[in-house]
């Protein structure tokens, strides 16, 4: 792998300060990411991190000096995923014992990894969920960075434990980047019998708002044009912080609101809601204000009261049912999104077809479906029994996928002829198309400008899109994305 020139500005004696030149050899990193969106952005987080410190993204982990795995447990498959990777990487860890090895995200989780590190020896660090800290330290203490290196990861490691970074997006995607997403609320103190984030990423904790305001300004000056608050229940966003304490207004609402006003975004998001925290004053922002997309992600998880109350969701099917008509009420266009679990222990055939009842009644416009997989820890595990085969599972997964395609392609046939705006996110090789999304949410492939007697494709490519609100006339609609033509030629 390469080597470069590496300046490090030792100052010696009087005012001139001296330069010493040495040849030092390039430093790569590889971050393997699983998991949801707050993955997402620890891992691109980290990629910032070592970039500041003069690490090279490599997409080969043969060729990385220092290997990231960042790891969801949400379900038994990403979790397999996540231990064969590590078994996998062993031997390379074994012919390069310098190199550096970490595990981090839900798999660690916020406990101590006593027993991860007695599982996995090879594995050098074992790093919480949003909080690479320990990672700076040991590449400084174990000799893995310059002087002036380590005085960058000193500093980082100290904002960081002010709740502050200054590294969020990688300079390698500075620029080429349109989505982001920031996390405000980390962990959550809701209780639902089948979830085993509670006991990963620990309690709700919400971030400063200041430090969040800080970072959407540098990533708007970074070229983001469209950012995602996170959190496990984003509308508790501020409920621990006592700038809100006596405040009537969802806290919430008082961040994108300040958001809003950061020039340089075009559209604002943010996920995932749960029913007992959606407010009117929070809905009707959402209508209020322009750059916030009308399109909320709040799961129902199940159809069935009884199913829910075991869940210990904290709602029945009516309120669900209810908060439903009054988004709809609210906010004028609105798309709306859930999660569904199916085979949940003890989830008889009326329950699920009460699931399928509900789903045909509200016509939803997005259903993250999965199969119930039993979590170490969880209530329910402890609880219940898992009676359901996977194969049952799967034929629940497969009914509720079915008829919400079948739901969808009627939901979208409506967007045929129509002309709508896309954000470009980015260009699609294979199908040498440009791709965005609606404000609702809808995925949309658009050609790229004819361009006679040239390849569509290489055409097309040329006239960087990438970040643009494009109007896009669809010509085809099917249940998962729709596909046009700009409607300018
Ligand atoms: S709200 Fe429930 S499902 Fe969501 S992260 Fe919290 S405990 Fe898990």
Same mark, same amino acid.
């Given at each position: 792998?390469?080597?470069?020139?590496?300046?490090?500005?030792i100052?010696?004696?009087?005012?001139?300060?001296?330069?010493?030149?040495?040849?030092?050899?390039?430093?790569y990193y590889h971050?393997?990411?699983?998991?949801?969106?707050?993955?997402?952005?620890?891992?691109?987080r980290?990629?910032?991190?070592?970039?500041?410190?003069?690490?090279?993204?490599?997409?080969r982990a043969?060729?990385?000096d220092?290997?990231i795995?960042n790891?969801?447990?949400?379900?038994?498959?990403?979790?397999?995923?996540?231990?064969?990777?590590?078994?996998?990487?062993?031997?390379?860890?074994?012919?390069?014992?310098?190199?550096?090895?970490?595990?981090?995200?839900?798999?660690?989780?916020?406990?101590?990894?006593?027993?991860?590190?007695?599982?996995?020896?090879?594995?050098?660090?074992f790093?919480?969920?949003?909080?690479?800290?320990?990672?700076w330290?040991h590449?400084?203490?174990?000799?893995?960075?310059?002087? $002036?290196q380590t005085l960058i990861a000193?500093?980082e $490691?100290?904002?960081?434990?002010?709740g502050?970074?200054?590294?969020?997006?990688?300079?390698?995607?500075?620029g080429h980047?349109?989505?982001?997403?920031?996390?405000?609320?980390l962990?959550?103190?809701?209780?639902?019998?089948?979830?085993?984030?509670?006991?990963?990423?620990?309690?709700?904790?919400?971030?400063?708002m200041?430090?969040?305001i800080?970072?959407?300004?540098?990533?708007?000056?970074?070229?983001?044009?469209?950012?995602?608050l996170?959190?496990?229940?984003?509308d508790?966003?501020?409920?621990?912080l006592?700038?809100?304490?006596?405040?009537?207004?969802?806290?919430?609402?008082a961040?994108?609101r300040?958001?809003?006003?950061?020039?340089?975004f075009?559209?604002?998001?943010?996920?995932?809601s749960?029913?007992n925290?959606?407010?009117?004053?929070?809905?009707?922002?959402?209508?209020e204000?322009?750059?916030?997309?009308?399109h909320?992600e709040?799961?129902?998880? $199940?159809?069935d009261?009884?199913?829910?109350?075991?869940?210990?969701r904290?709602?029945?099917?009516?309120?669900y049912?209810?908060?439903? $008509?009054?988004i709809?009420?609210?906010i004028?266009?609105?798309?709306?999104?859930?999660?569904?679990i199916?085979g949940?222990?003890?989830e008889?055939?009326a329950?699920?077809?009460?699931t399928?009842?509900?789903?045909?009644?509200l016509?939803?416009?997005k259903a993250?479906?999965a199969?119930y997989s039993?979590?170490?820890?969880t209530?329910a595990?402890?609880r219940?029994?898992?009676?359901?085969?996977?194969?049952?599972?799967?034929?629940?997964?497969?009914?509720l996928?079915n008829?919400q395609?079948?739901?969808?392609?009627?939901i979208n046939?409506?967007?045929?002829?129509?002309?709508?705006?896309?954000?470009?996110?980015?260009?699609?090789?294979?199908?040498?198309r440009? *791709?965005?999304?609606?404000?609702?949410?809808?995925?949309? *492939?658009?050609?790229?400008?004819?361009?006679?007697?040239?390849?569509?494709?290489?055409?097309?490519?040329?006239?960087?899109?990438?970040?643009?609100i494009?109007?896009?006339?669809i010509?085809?609609?099917?249940?998962?994305?729709?596909?046009?033509?700009?409607?300018?030629?």
């Open positions: 792998m390469g080597e470069k020139i590496a300046i490090d500005r100052p010696v004696c009087g005012r001139i300060p001296h330069f010493n030149y040495k040849v030092v050899k390039q430093m971050i393997w990411t699983i998991g949801c969106q707050m993955n997402v952005a620890d891992s691109q980290v990629a910032a991190g070592l970039e500041r410190l003069g690490y090279t993204p490599t997409d043969e060729d990385a220092v290997m795995l790891t969801c447990v949400v379900r038994q498959q990403p979790e397999d995923k996540a231990t064969n990777r590590l078994n996998q990487l062993r031997s390379m860890k074994e012919r390069y014992p310098e190199r550096v090895l970490g595990l981090m995200g839900c798999m660690v989780g916020v406990k101590d990894p006593a027993p991860l590190r007695e599982r996995f020896p090879w594995v050098d660090l790093l919480p969920p949003s909080d690479p800290t320990e990672l330290s590449l400084a203490e174990n000799g893995k960075l310059s002087e $002036a000193d500093a $490691a100290r904002r960081l434990a002010l502050r970074t200054d590294t969020i997006l990688p300079a390698s995607e500075q980047v349109v989505n982001a997403y920031l996390p405000i609320v962990g959550c103190s809701h209780a639902c019998t089948y979830c085993v984030i509670p006991y990963r990423r620990g309690a709700e904790r919400s971030r400063p200041s430090a969040i800080a970072e959407a300004h540098q990533l708007a000056a970074q070229g983001v044009r469209q950012l995602t996170l959190g496990q229940i984003v508790r966003y501020g409920y621990d006592p700038e809100f304490g006596r405040s009537s207004e969802t806290p919430l609402v961040l994108l300040e958001i809003h006003a950061i020039e340089g075009k559209r604002i998001r943010f996920l995932t749960h029913p925290w959606m407010r009117d004053d929070l809905l009707d922002a959402v209508a204000l322009p750059k916030v997309c009308p909320i709040v799961p129902v998880q $199940a159809g009261d009884e199913v829910l109350t075991r869940m210990r904290g709602y029945t099917v009516d309120d049912r209810k908060l439903v $008509a009054r709809r009420e609210r004028p266009g609105v798309s709306i999104a859930t999660d569904i199916v949940f222990p003890g008889t055939k329950q699920f077809d009460n399928c009842d509900l789903l045909k009644e016509r939803l416009d993250h479906i199969r039993a979590r170490p820890q209530v595990t402890r219940f029994d898992d009676n359901l085969s996977h194969e049952e599972k799967e034929r629940r997964r497969k009914a996928d008829l395609s079948d739901i969808l392609t009627e046939a409506r967007y045929l002829d129509e002309t709508v705006d896309i954000l470009v996110e980015g260009w699609h090789a294979r199908r040498k440009w *791709f965005g999304r609606t404000t609702t949410d809808r995925l949309v *492939f658009f050609d790229p400008v004819q361009d006679s007697g040239r390849d569509p494709g290489e055409a097309g490519r040329d006239t960087n899109r990438l970040g643009h494009v109007p896009v006339h010509e085809w609609a099917g249940p998962w994305s729709l596909v046009g033509k700009p409607a300018e030629e």
